[in-house]
């Protein structure tokens, strides 16, 4: 796969710690291999309503602490495909992104691949419970502003094969093919708020949406995670650098870039 440089937000970074540490941030964690709940719950119905975008994500839900649990990353859409990756940043002199795991997800199949970049490796995923019907109530529509588009406020339910409904408040931007560039679940205990910026309505390559050519294949999301987390583990004793050995000569960076 032909190495591309980063472009706006669409770089999806490799993993790497901060450097010159005496001790490696230990960066993988069970469940890591999860897809956020946007991605792979009633959310992602509601991103799918143009042919192809690029955003940047910034996202929070509320805890059951009272606090708020943060989310940013880069989003691409195809054709009811999506592609998230997910940024966390070291604080600091020698801030980097950390990572190098990323998800694609296809909504119409409900299931995709949880892929790491340092192990240059995927695995399937796939969740038993997806959505069935999507309502949209326009008739009480509201014109606000949202993340500098104007926009259409409305209500939104999705209902799901397990029999449960999800309520959304979707800000549609207007100058912008009415693509959701906020969505809510609205005031209570576990509200989440996504914002989308940065949008661009043009169609990535196909190729995005499936595992790069030479990365090897998992059985499951969890046995490539424990592969990561023991990996990480072997190297945080004997305080090495970087990460991940390198996985031979067909590795490297996987960076999409959208279409001109």
């Avoid at 009633?42 to 690029?54: E, H, I, K, M, R």
Wanted: aromatic residues 8%; neutral net charge; charged residues 20%.
């Amino acid at each position: 796969m032909k190495i591309l440089p980063p472009i706006g937000c669409l770089a999806l970074a490799a993993a790497v710690l901060a450097g010159c540490s005496t001790k490696p941030k230990l960066l993988y964690h069970a469940g890591d291999e999860k897809p956020p709940d946007f991605l792979s719950g009633p959310a992602a119905l509601l991103l799918t309503n143009v042919d192809g975008f690029s955003a940047r994500l910034s996202g929070s839900t509320a805890s059951e602490s009272g606090g708020q649990n943060i989310l940013n990353g880069d989003l691409l859409g195809r054709e009811g495909s999506l592609v998230f990756q997910p940024q966390t940043n070291v604080k600091g002199k020698r801030k980097r992104s950390e990572g190098g795991t990323f998800f694609i997800w296809n909504e119409t199949a409900h299931a995709g691949f949880v892929l790491s970049d340092p192990l240059q490796a995927y695995a399937p995923t796939i969740l038993p419970i997806q959505p069935t019907n999507v309502m949209f109530n326009t008739n009480g529509a509201i014109q606000e502003e949202a993340n500098g588009h104007p926009c259409r406020r409305i209500e939104v339910d999705v209902q799901s094969s397990d029999g449960s409904t999800a309520h959304f408040r979707v800000w549609q931007a207007e100058d912008a093919k009415y693509f959701p560039v906020r969505i809510s679940t609205g005031p209570g205990p576990r509200e989440t708020v996504l914002n989308f910026s940065e949008v661009r309505l043009e169609l990535p390559a196909a190729p995005l949406f499936s595992p790069p050519d030479g990365f090897t294949r998992y059985d499951s999301s969890v046995a490539l995670m424990n592969e990561l987390i023991i990996r990480q583990s072997a190297l945080a004793k004997q305080n090495e650098l970087p990460l991940l050995p390198p996985a031979g000569p067909t590795a490297g960076t996987w960076r999409p870039t959208p279409a001109q």
